[in-house]
Structures are given as structure tokens and as C-alpha cells.
């Protein structure tokens, strides 16, 4: 699988196996992609939502696709002169 490059900044990403982050009262194990350069990151999955603990390749598969997605899915503003 291939992961595109940082939308941002143009660096190379990897897939964040096992964070914990706190959502909706919980802590959860996620994973998500994020840009070794700037930090730039997909959002984020939770591995209960596959029902395993630790790895999940669909939830990676997920997150990659997420990611990949990103670029063309930035939206747009009316730019503004001040
Ligand atoms: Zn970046």
C-alpha cells in the first residue's frame, strides 16, 4: 500500500500503531497516519471499533485511504486582501 506525501509540507508519513487518546470520555487505543516532518495527522481510528486490542490491518488500510483521501478533500476559501 501506498501512502501519499504531506499535503502540507510534502513529507513522508507513516502509520502511529498504538496511541491512546481520550475521546468521549474513554481512553482508547487509535491509530492514524502522521507526517514524520511537520506532524500533520489523519484522523484518527479506534482499534475497538475493529475489535482487536493491539494491530488491524483494515484499521490501517483505513487510515492510509484516509489519508490519501485528504489532499483532494481540503477545502477552499474566498481569499481575503485586508
Ligand atoms: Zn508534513
Known amino acids: 500500500m501506498k501512502v501519499k ?5 510534502g513529507g513522508k508519513p507513516f502509520v502511529e500503531l498504538g496511541s491512546r487518546a481520550f475521546i468521549e470520555g ?9 507526517c514524520k516532518w511537520c506532524n500533520a495527522r489523519s484522523n484518527r ?4 471499533d475493529y475489535g482487536v486490542t493491539s494491530q488491524s490491518k ?4 483505513d487510515v492510509i485511504e484516509m489519508w490519501n483521501k485528504r489532499a483532494e ?5 474566498e481569499i481575503e486582501y485586508k
Do not use: G, H, M, Q
Not at 478533500?73 to 476559501?77: A, D, L, Q, R, V
Open 73 to 77: 478533500n481540503i477545502k477552499e476559501y
Open 45 to 48: 481510528v479506534r482499534l475497538s
Open 58 to 61: 483494515d484499521a490501517f488500510n
Open 5 to 9: 506525501a504531506c499535503p502540507f509540507c
Open 26 to 34: 474513554r481512553t482508547e487505543k487509535v491509530c492514524f497516519v502522521r
